[in-house]
């Protein structure tokens, strides 16, 4: 959208069951909050949303851990995580809640105008239900023994021991975890929005209007949705805790939290305008404001397929951008907070910025390498010795160094204050220096714009590394050695003094319009000792080569950034290690689940399997196939039976993949099988094989296959 009257900026809705981790800071925050930042330095009319969601699963399971209450869950972690967000500059216009009346409100009234405008349909299945309790059963209030690896505490949507995405009816020997009993079948009815009757909306927006603005990421993730066919989603659900269904025949039902959550960023808005005394709705209805969602890649679907859906049939505006980053791993493994392998943002803030010698730099210094490092195109990795190299020979050694340097030798050579330019003596040295100016300026906004956020702030130090060499280039403390026969700096000498100096700190007050978005605590830092006042920070600004006046004194030079010490970072490394080891003991010890939420946005991390030998590895007979024929097995919503021409041999396969792939769609298909299995019956049906597949995080299953048509039966090694 070009010039938009108005910006709304949304971050993803943390769950409100847990400390957050930096992966979550670097996935959705900090780069909507770079990007608001940006904007407010432009005099754009911004609101930037978030809040704590509140409702679904994880929050009794988590008041069951912690023996207590649902509400006490969530009044605790929506303290601690607001105020985790402000204690690292995350500058939110509002932080809400969906537990407020206003959101409960809102999100009854956006159910009824779908309901009443038959956007909505009911469905009547057979769910689970506990007589001892007298409840249904949500999929993480069952557990059962795996059918695939059978271990005997394995959940109603997942295993976690194999990895294995299950439904509770695949379960075998269900229970209840709420009474340990075993459950019973009950029909229930419950409300779905049928989002394959807008398949043909979703993938002319999303493929025919954004395939070029979008991250590719986020186009390819929806087209592999759109392309699998899309299915009625439930809205509703049995459960205790959330917004009460509000129709007739809906007792004892909530909304499933995927449908109340996305609008808490509605709600959120209202609260934020009644606060500030304005109207909330341009922010949803005016076509002129641009809507712009920041999430991780967990949250593609719901951000990109089914709120949209949502927001059109309710008549609100659509989403201009969704820019979604991948995940963020730790010392060489995905962050884990069952596995306890993770850097807190409350660890963070006691560790560095609470103490003596931490403060805001230290605020800077993690947002500084959480953006260098921004999982924006693939995923990446947060290490220690990365943080400690970024800010020692980064921050420090070339932009603070650059600042402190031109301060320095402002009040040594000039007495402390801003020296004239001479026009008549300027180098080419000079007009280059100068013209860089407008050319990062230029740069910078750009990549802001496109949501670039990693090479936009490289931009930014570029300037200060230029700045460095053009300082060390110009040499003025060799030049204040030029003097009369009185001792007096000759007139050219001190003229080139002068213009070094004075395009030196013109470049400082660049620099901190220019590092404003990205570390905005460095910026006011610079001000203070520039003696200037906010205004300057407006992107009006920026590229400006007269932003400080000739004659003006200013501040005495503090250090913008202090080294990390090797102590520290090994301290870091060492609590990290002994934090996992003391969870894994503590799950053996009590034979404690671990695993995370249903619905929790974090990535379940599979641990590595016991070492094997290479001839145990060697005993697997791993070869190429193609898939002749494919169909449904019965009363299996699962298996899929499938013919696979082996060059050798054709093969029956049972394999576990209904859910994620058609039987039209995958006939030809190559495909790795493990073809030297022991026989297993499956329904029936004698399965000889395995089909090698991956996982994503959504759970999605993905063909493992090569790269290249290959004959079927070539040997894989």
């Not at 700096?489 to 002068?498: G, H, N, W």
């Not at 249903?598 to 001839?615: C, G, M, Y």
């Amino acid at each position: 959208m070009q010039n938009p009257k108005r910006y709304l900026v949304t971050a993803a809705l943390p769950y409100a069951n847990g400390l957050k981790h930096i992966g979550h800071l670097a996935g959705a925050y900090l780069p909507a909050d770079i990007y608001v930042r940006f904007l407010r330095a432009k005099q754009k009319d911004v609101v930037f949303v978030c809040g704590s969601d509140e409702h679904g699963t994880a929050i009794p399971i988590q008041a069951m851990k912690e023996n207590t209450t649902p509400q006490a869950i969530i009044d605790k972690y929506h303290g601690i995580i607001r105020q985790n967000f402000a204690d690292l500059s995350i500058s939110f216009d509002i932080y809400h809640r969906t537990s407020s009346p206003l959101h409960h409100e809102t999100s009854r009234e956006f159910f009824t105008r779908l309901n009443d405008a038959g956007e909505l349909e009911t469905r009547e299945t057979e769910q689970y239900f506990d007589e001892k309790a007298n409840t249904f059963l949500a999929d993480r209030y069952i557990k059962g023994t795996c059918p695939n690896c059978g271990n005997p505490n394995a959940y109603g949507d997942q295993c976690e021991k194999c990895g294995t995405s299950l439904s509770p009816d695949e379960l075998i020997n269900p229970v209840s975890t709420l009474s340990g009993e075993a459950p019973v079948k009950r029909k229930t009815k419950h409300w779905y929005l049928p989002l394959n009757r807008h398949e043909d909306f979703l993938r002319n927006w999303i493929v025919g209007e954004h395939n070029d603005d979008w991250r590719a990421n986020v186009v390819g993730q929806c087209k592999s949705w759109l392309d699998g066919g899309l299915q009625p989603r439930a809205v509703t659900r049995d459960l205790d805790w959330g917004i009460r269904v509000p129709v007739e025949g809906a007792e004892g039902k909530v909304l499933y939290v995927w449908f109340d959550a996305p609008i808490g960023y509605i709600s959120a808005t209202k609260q934020w305008a009644i606060d500030n005394h304005r109207d909330w709705e341009p922010y949803w209805n005016d076509k002129d404001t641009q809507l712009v969602h920041f999430i991780g890649k967990d949250n593609i679907v719901f951000h990109c397929i089914i709120f949209p859906v949502m927001l059109k049939l309710y008549g609100h505006i659509l989403p201009d951008n969704v820019p979604s980053n991948e995940f963020l791993n730790l010392e060489g493994d995905k962050m884990s907070t069952s596995r306890n392998w993770k850097l807190d943002m409350q660890d963070y803030i006691d560790d560095f910025v609470n103490q003596p010698n931490g403060g805001p730099a230290l605020v800077d210094a993690l947002r500084y390498y959480l953006t260098q490092i921004a999982p924006e195109t693939k995923d990446s990795e947060f290490t220690w010795k990365g943080f400690q190299d970024a800010v020692n020979s980064e921050l420090t050694d070339i932009f603070g160094n650059f600042v402190n340097r031109a301060m320095v030798l402002m009040h040594k050579l000039t007495s402390g204050k801003v020296p004239p330019l001479h026009t008549e003596a300027l180098t080419e040295a000079d007009r280059n220096m100068l013209a860089q100016f407008d050319n990062s300026r230029e740069k910078i906004e750009k990549l802001l714009v496109g949501y670039k956020f990693r090479e936009a702030q490289y931009e930014v130090i570029d300037l200060a590394r230029i700045g460095n060499r053009y300082l060390q280039g110009k040499e003025p403390w060799k030049q204040v050695k030029n003097v009369d026969a009185t001792g007096k700096v000759l007139p050219e000498a001190q003229q080139s003094i002068d213009n070094c100096l004075h395009i030196c700190l013109q470049t400082c007050a660049n620099l901190a319009i220019f590092i404003n978005p990205f570390l905005p605590n460095t910026a006011r830092k610079m001000l203070h000792m520039l003696k200037v006042v906010d205004k300057m920070l407006e992107w009006e600004n920026a590229g400006k080569t007269k932003l400080l006046s000739v004659g003006y004194s200013l501040r005495a030079p503090e250090l913008l950034f202090r080294k990390i010490e090797d102590t520290e970072i090994q301290a870091q490394v060492e609590k990290l290690k002994s934090n996992s080891i003391a969870a894994a003991g503590e799950t053996v010890a009590t034979g404690s689940d671990t695993a995370p939420p249903a619905n929790s946005t974090e990535p379940v991390s599979d641990p590595v399997k016991e070492i094997i030998q290479f001839e145990d590895f060697a005993k697997i007979d791993l070869r190429t196939g193609r898939i002749l024929e494919a169909e449904k097995v019965e009363k299996a919503d699962k298996l899929l039976k499938l013919t696979i021409d082996l060059g050798f041999e054709t093969r029956t396969i049972v394999s576990g993949i209904a859910k994620d792939f058609q039987p039209q769609d995958i006939i030809g298909k190559q495909v790795v099988v493990v073809v030297n299995l022991a026989p297993r019956k499956m329904r029936g049906i004698e399965s000889n094989g395995m089909i090698l597949m991956a996982q994503d995080e959504q759970g999605k299953l993905h063909f493992v296959q090569p790269e290249n048509t290959i004959n079927a039966g070539a040997g894989v090694s």
